[in-house]
Nanobody, 115 residues
C-alpha cells in the first residue's frame, strides 16, 4: 500500500504562486507514475499534471504554461508548482497513483485564489 500526504495549500491573490508537496510512504518502489488532481466545489475531479518514475510529464491544457511538476526521489516527494494563479484554480488538490489496479489518494490540500 501507499500513503500520500499533501501540503502547501493556502490563500493566494490572483497572479500569485504556490508550491504544493505530495510525500509518499509505504510501497513507494511500486509507484510508476503519480498524478496531481484537483476538484472545485460542484465540479468533477480533473487531472492537472502527471509524472512517471522517469521524467515524462503531462499537463492539462487549462494549466499548461502555468505549472511544473518537479520531484525529489530521495524524499519520495512530488511537487506541484503553480504560477500565475487564477480564481478558477481554486480547488482541493490531491495526489494519486495506481498500482496493480488499486488507486491510492491523498486527502488533499486546499488552494484558494481570490483578491
Amino acid at each position: 500500500q501507499v500513503q500520500f500526504v499533501e501540503s502547501g495549500g493556502g490563500s493566494v491573490q490572483p497572479g500569485g504562486s504556490l508550491r504544493l508537496s505530495c510525500t509518499a510512504s509505504g510501497s513507494v518502489r511500486s509507484i510508476y507514475a503519480m498524478g496531481w488532481y484537483r476538484q472545485a466545489p460542484g465540479t468533477q475531479r480533473e487531472l492537472v499534471a502527471a509524472i512517471t518514475s522517469g521524467t515524462n510529464t503531462n499537463y492539462a491544457d487549462s494549466v499548461t504554461g502555468r505549472i511544473n511538476i518537479p520531484k525529489d526521489n530521495a524524499k519520495n516527494t512530488v511537487y506541484l508548482q503553480r504560477n500565475s494563479l487564477k480564481p478558477e484554480d481554486t480547488a482541493v488538490y490531491c495526489c494519486n497513483t495506481c498500482i496493480l489496479g488499486a488507486y491510492y489518494w491523498g486527502k488533499g490540500t486546499l488552494v484558494a485564489v481570490s483578491s
